[in-house]
């Protein structure tokens, strides 16, 4: 199927919220992660939309949903602007998709609006402080954000970037770039406040949350790879080892795909309560 998407916006809480959708049936919502912007998700909408509603956007102070104040980061309000796009595509609820931050973000949705989530998928959301080596992890960042407001981001980027593993294996076709000002809003503004900050995962399972969790095998044992075996766990949802990097949903659609529909596959299943 040809990409072909049709652009919105829906105001929530002083941001214009710039979002794209494709296809018809059930409703997907992909949430960006600290790169903010949507058309990273763009190959996999389309190869969905035969038979799902694929949405997407660029969250806000990022991209296109620019504000006139760029403020610190808030989870919850995060939840509210999926709760927004996902009520603007005319759906009350939603099979989520979020990587990285955004699993945090589709955690954090899934705690605060439990009846709108369909199923969730939540692809190496970095919950760090889950972690046996947390407290090794939460001084490397906090070291991070000293380099950032000393030495400023292009070493703090760099230097962040090492820690992402699969990135320049052979082969593997680069990722769509986000513009210069989501990196700055990143280290301003979301990078200090991630840094220990977990959704009640306890209560998204009491509330019987239907989640399923991915690990990319290029990622080896990246803190956020390995952090989905803790959320496995505490959530005791099914867990997937799935092809490619950090961005493998983006870059190495043909692979990834099959395990995407195998997920949903079995997270339908449980829900009708199906085990086998």
Known sequence: MTLNLTKAIVHNEGCDLHYWHQGTGPLITFVPGGNGHGRQYYPIMNALSHK????TFDRRQMSASKVKVNKKLSPPQQARDIRAVILAMGH??????????????????A????????HLIAHEAPTSCLLPDASE??????HLVEVYETRGLEEADEEFSA?????????????????????????????????????????????????????????????FARATNEQEKVLGCPRF????????FEVEIEAFLPYFLDMLDTLEKRKKGHTD
């Open 111 to 118: 705690h605060d609006f439990p009846q709108m989530v369909d």
């Open 52 to 55: 799902f509603t694929c949405v």
């Open 163 to 223: 820690s992402l593993e699969g990135y320049d294996a052979e082969g593997v076709p680069p990722c769509a770039t986000p513009e210069p000002w989501n990196k700055q809003n990143f280290w301003d503004n979301e990078f200090p406040i991630l840094l220990g900050y977990v959704p009640n995962l306890w209560r998204i399972r009491e509330n019987g949350t239907s989640i399923g969790l991915m690990r990319g095998i290029r990622c080896k044992d990246a803190s």
């Open 92 to 109: 009350d609820k939603s099979i989520i998709f979020g990587s990285s931050s955004g699993g945090i973000f589709s955690f954090q949705f």
């Open 241 to 248: 080892d799935v092809p490619g990097h950090h961005q493998g």
């Open 137 to 142: 992890i939460f001084d490397w960042s906090l």
